[in-house]
């Protein structure tokens, strides 16, 4: 998944079961190392980052519903490490969308930028 992610065709989108979006980026690295590839943690963070920008979060909520309750943007922090930053989190008691305060890139990230 992550190599066609990273072939350079626009437009990519895919699943994984989590609880959080943070335990989305674990789980993804988790199954690179559990399929057997022979390769350092941060090389596999480096094909994350420059696959993925956007991590949406979708949820049950009490009612049964399912809502999106998280958008994050995914960057680079350092050379072997990631950062989920929120943009918008789903406010369950007022039942709405509040935007984070963080800045966003003007354009996608390419996944080499150090943030």
Do not use: Y
Not at 34 to 63: C, K, N
Request: glycine letters at 8%; a neutral charge.
């Amino acid at each position: 998944m992550l190599q066609a992610m990273n072939t350079g065709h626009r437009g990519s989108l895919t699943t994984l079961h989590a609880n959080s979006p943070q335990d989305a980026l674990v789980r993804l690295e988790s199954m690179v190392l559990m399929a057997g590839f022979d390769m350092p943690l941060a090389a596999i963070r480096r094909m994350i980052a420059g696959a993925i920008q956007v991590v949406v979060q979708l949820d049950r909520l009490s009612d049964w519903r399912r809502v999106m309750t998280h958008i994050g943007a995914l960057r680079r922090r350092g050379a072997d490490d990631l950062a989920l930053s929120s943009i918008f989190t789903f406010d369950a008691g007022a039942e709405k969308f509040v935007r984070s305060s963080m800045n966003l890139p003007d354009g996608p990230s390419s996944g080499t930028e150090d943030a």
